[in-house]
């Protein structure tokens, strides 16, 4: 699936190339994660992402558009305590996201949505070690991304974003009440920088 999303990225580059400004950049973030509707809280759900995406200003040097490809380990934990049973779910996906990004001095500010391609899934229900999951996990995810980039210099960005699934990841578990049918959504935060390629 990753060489098919490769694919992907190479066949959509002639639309950046094709103008003066284009570029391309590299990035790297860490992430925080949770599992809404899994009856946990918090972004306890550590893991990072890299990437690479082509991209050129398309409006009197303000207003551009991204194409990117990257990795994120996405998931939820929850430590075991009197009230909770220990609870973690490992979720590896394959993106490529699409951004449309206004400039304003040094800052982005950008808006994404993105198609995943969830290569792995594990979890882990009683704190024995990642299993399969009971419920499996949608192969396939939409999810939409709101953030922000600051030229610290040169080539050289700070950038943060928030994530969350626009469409549900699985459905919830058997034993959970039906207060929310809209199923389980993963929701994250990237924090990270990224190296523009001139």
């Not at 060489?3 to 190339?17: D, G, I, K, Q, T």
């Not at 934990?77 to 009230?83: I, K, L, M, R, Y």
């Not at 220990?86 to 206004?102: G, M, N, V, W």
Request: glycine share 10%.
């Amino acid at each position: 699936m990753i060489r098919r999303l490769l694919v992907l990225l190479v066949a959509f580059s002639p639309f950046f190339v094709v103008a003066q400004d284009f570029g391309a950049s590299v990035d790297v973030g860490l992430v925080a994660s949770q599992l809404d509707g899994d009856r946990y809280g918090g972004y306890h759900k550590f893991g990072f992402s890299f990437g690479a995406s082509v991209n050129h200003l398309l409006v009197s040097d303000v207003i551009g558009a991204r194409l990117g490809l990257r990795y994120v380990r996405k998931g939820s934990h929850q430590e075991a305590t009197e009230t909770t049973p220990f609870y973690k779910s490992e979720l590896h996906y394959a993106e490529l996201p699409l951004t449309a990004f206004y400039r304003w001095h040094k800052f982005d500010f950008d808006a994404s949505m993105a198609l995943g391609y969830l290569i792995k899934a594990k979890e882990d229900t009683d704190g024995y070690g990642l299993r399969e999951p009971n419920v499996d996990f949608n192969k396939f995810e939409i999810s939409s991304f709101v953030g922000m980039r600051y030229n610290i210099f040169e080539s050289l960005w700070v950038q943060a974003c928030i994530g969350y699934s626009v469409l549900p990841v699985r459905k919830h578990h058997a034993a959970q009440d039906g207060r929310r049918v809209s199923g389980q959504h993963n929701n994250l935060i990237i924090i990270g920088m990224s190296y523009d390629i001139k």
